[in-house]
Structures are given as C-alpha cells and as structure tokens.
C-alpha cells in the first residue's frame, strides 16, 4: 500500500505501478476541493507518453466530490505505470491510498 497526497494547485496527478496479479485499487479524499473535479486513469510503458484507460471503447474516468471517498478497483498489465489525472484547474489537497 502507499498513501499520501497531492495539493491539486501544484500537482494534477497521482503515480502508481500495477502489481504483479494485475489488479489495482485507488481510493481518494478531498474534505477542501473547490469544486467537482473529473479524473482518468492513464497508463505508460515508459512514464513519459500516457493514455487513457479505456473500457469497452469508453475512457475510465471519475468524479471527485469533496467530501465524499471515492474508491475504484481497476486492472492492468502488471509492471505497468499508471496515474490518476485530475482534470480542470480545482484546488484542494487530495488524500490517497493506492493498493
């Protein structure tokens, strides 16, 4: 597990790798977050060139509320980089645990 956060005036993004049975989970927090904030799961082989995640042809995306957990289970090929990427210009610091 690793967990900290991100002040979303600063940083836009939260980076993890995919473990070795494929499966991930990302739960997030935000009791400051200015307004409602949409996020994608993104993945690269080499940290530099990302795409979004997508599910029957439908990019992987969510919402942050503030105030409310948001936690998602997702899947991926293991080894591989992953991040969750909040779009909009929102403030707030986002707390996360990645599992």
Request: aromatic share 12%; hydrophobic share 40%; net charge negative.
């Amino acid at each position: 597990m690793k967990s900290g956060s991100i002040n979303l005036a600063a940083v836009r993004y939260i980076n993890g790798i995919v473990p070795l049975n494929g499966l991930f989970g990302v739960q997030l927090l935000c009791d400051n977050l200015s307004a409602n904030t949409t996020f994608n799961l993104q993945f690269s082989n080499d940290k530099t060139n990302w795409d979004n995640a997508t599910e029957g042809g439908t990019d992987i995306e969510g919402t942050l509320v503030d105030g409310a957990v948001n936690f998602n289970a997702f899947s991926g090929v293991p080894r591989t980089y992953y991040r969750i990427l909040f779009a909009g210009a929102t403030t707030g610091t986002v707390e996360y645990v990645l599992s």
